[in-house]
C-alpha cells in the first residue's frame, strides 16, 4: 500500500514538473520590470494624455492674438421697403425712378445675393492673457502629476518583483523540507520494517510529506500569482512566468539621505494648481477692464446669383467695456479664492500625512533590520538542532516526531527570515517612493 502511495505521489510531482515545463517562462531583472511599467502601463498613459490635453486647451488660447476670419454667402429676397431699398443700395443700381414714393412704399420683390469676409483681430484682451499664463501653469500641473504617476508605477513593479522574489524564496524553502522530509520517511519506513518505531510515527512522517507537497504546490501557485501582477503592471498578457534574480538585501541608501522634501511632484502638482487658480482670479479681475479688437469686412452685392456686382469694405476698431454684471465677477472671483485656499489646505494635510508615512517606513526599516540579524541566528539555531537530532535519530536515540517536529520549525523559521528580508526591501523601496523629489 505505502509502495502505491508513493508512485501515486511521483506520478503527481512529475505531472506537475511537466506542466510548469510547458507554461511560458522567461527571465526579467528589476530594472526591466520597472521600465516595462513605466512604458507600458495604462496609468502612464493616462497621465500622458492629461498633458496633451493641457497642451490643447492652451493652444485655444491662441485666439488672443491670431485673426479669425469669416466668409458666407447669402440669398435673399424680399418686398419689405427699407430692405428692397437696402439692397439696391448695396447693389449700387439705385435710379431716378427708385425715389418714386408709390415705389419706395410698395416695392416690387427684390433679390440680393451677397458674399462677404469677415476679419477680426484681438488688440487687447487683458483677461485672456492671464487665461494664457494659467493654461501653461495647468500644462505645469499635469506635467507633475505624471511624474509622480510614473514614480508610483516603479513603486509598484519594484513591490511585485519583491512579492515574486519571496514567492521563489519561499518555494526554495519548501522544496528543501519537502526533499528533507522524503528522506526522513525513507529512515522511518526502514526502521518500522525492522520493528523499530511504531506504525504512528510512520504515518506521522507521511503526513508530514503531504503536507509539505500541499506547500509546495502553494507555493508555485503564488509565483503565478506574482507573475501575472507584474504582466499586468507592465501591460503584458498574463500566463507567463517570470524566472528573476534571488533576492539579496537592499543596502543602496542611507536613511539621513531619504527625508521629506518639499520638491516631491505630487506637492509641486498640487502648488501649480493653487497658482492657475491665482491667474484664473487675475483674469476674472481684468474682464471688468475695456477690450480692444480691430474689425473688417470686404462685401459684394448683386442681384443676380452668382453675381458679384457692387463691392464695398467696411473697417474699424471697437473698445468694448462691461459696466454692469450683476456682480457675476465678484461672486466668481470669491468662489475661485475658496477652491484655492481649500486647495492649499489639501496640500497642507498631504505634507503632514507624508511626513507620517516616512517616520512610518523609517522605523520598520529600522526594524526590519533588526529583525533580519535576529531571524538569521534563529535559522542557525534551527539547523543546528535538526542536525542533532537527525544524527540521534539515525543511531536510535530521538523520536520520529521530535525530528518531524524539528523540521517544521526550521521550515518556518527559513520563511519567516525570507518574509523579514522581503519586509526590510519593501521598506527600503517605500521610503525611497516617499522621499523622491527629481
Not at 18 to 32: F, G, P
Not at 148 to 169: I, P, V, W
Not at 348 to 356: G, Y
Amino acid at each position: 500500500m505505502r509502495n502505491k502511495n508513493w508512485l501515486l505521489l511521483f506520478v503527481i510531482s512529475f505531472a506537475g514538473f511537466a506542466s510548469r515545463s510547458q507554461q511560458n517562462t522567461q527571465h526579467l531583472t528589476l530594472r526591466e520590470a520597472i521600465n516595462a511599467s513605466v512604458s507600458n502601463n495604462d496609468g502612464a498613459r493616462l497621465s500622458e494624455l492629461d498633458i496633451k490635453i493641457a497642451e490643447a486647451k492652451f493652444r485655444e488660447t491662441n485666439a488672443m492674438m491670431l485673426p479669425a476670419a469669416n466668409l458666407s454667402y447669402t440669398g435673399i429676397s424680399t418686398n419689405n421697403p427699407l430692405n428692397a431699398f437696402g439692397s439696391k443700395l448695396q447693389q449700387g443700381s439705385i435710379t431716378p425712378a427708385d425715389f418714386n414714393p408709390e415705389l419706395l412704399n410698395n416695392p416690387s420683390a427684390t433679390s440680393d445675393f451677397s458674399t462677404k469676409i469677415e476679419l477680426l483681430q484681438p488688440l487687447l484682451n487683458l483677461d485672456m492673457l492671464y487665461q494664457r499664463k494659467g493654461a501653461t501653469k495647468e500644462i505645469e500641473m499635469y506635467q507633475f502629476i505624471s511624474k509622480r504617476t510614473k514614480d508610483y508605477l516603479r513603486f509598484e513593479a519594484e513591490k511585485a518583483y519583491l512579492q515574486l522574489q519571496m514567492a521563489y524564496s519561499e518555494n526554495e524553502v519548501l522544496i528543501e523540507t519537502l526533499n528533507s522530509s522524503s528522506a526522513i520517511h525513507k529512515v522511518s519506513c526502514d526502521y518500522y520494517n525492522q520493528g523499530l518505531i511504531q506504525k504512528s510515527d510512520l504515518l506521522g512522517s507521511e503526513v508530514q510529506v503531504l503536507n509539505a507537497e500541499t506547500q509546495v504546490k502553494n507555493s508555485e501557485s503564488a509565483i503565478q500569482d506574482a507573475s501575472d501582477l507584474l504582466s499586468l503592471l507592465m501591460g503584458k498578457s498574463l500566463g507567463t512566468i517570470y524566472k528573476i534574480d534571488s533576492i539579496v538585501v537592499n543596502s543602496d541608501m542611507t536613511l539621513d539621505s531619504l527625508k521629506f522634501s518639499e520638491g516631491r511632484a505630487d506637492f509641486k502638482a498640487i502648488q501649480k494648481g493653487m497658482e492657475s487658480y491665482e491667474l484664473v482670479i487675475k483674469s476674472s479681475r481684468m474682464s471688468l477692464f475695456p477690450r480692444l479688437n480691430g474689425f473688417a469686412s470686404y462685401q459684394l452685392n448683386d442681384k443676380a446669383m452668382f453675381g458679384f456686382g457692387a463691392k464695398s469694405y467696411l473697417a474699424g476698431i471697437r473698445m468694448s467695456w462691461n459696466l454692469l454684471n450683476g456682480g457675476k465677477v465678484k461672486n466668481t472671483i470669491s468662489q475661485l479664492r475658496l477652491e484655492q485656499e481649500k486647495l492649499g489646505m489639501q496640500l497642507d494635510q498631504k505634507k503632514n500625512e507624508a511626513q507620517i508615512e516616512i517616520n512610518h517606513a523609517r522605523r520598520q526599516l529600522i526594524d526590519a533590520t533588526f529583525l533580519m540579524k535576529q531571524q538569521r541566528l534563529a535559522v542557525e539555531q534551527a539547523s543546528e538542532a535538526l542536525r542533532v537530532l537527525q544524527t540521534r535519530y539515525g543511531q536510535g536515540l530521538a523520536k520520529t516526531s521530535d525530528v518531524l517536529a524539528a523540521q517544521t520549525q526550521l521550515a518556518q523559521q527559513k520563511i519567516a527570515y525570507v518574509q523579514v528580508l522581503f519586509n526590510h526591501n519593501l521598506s527600503a523601496a517605500t521610503l525611497q517612493y516617499l522621499t523622491i523629489d527629481k
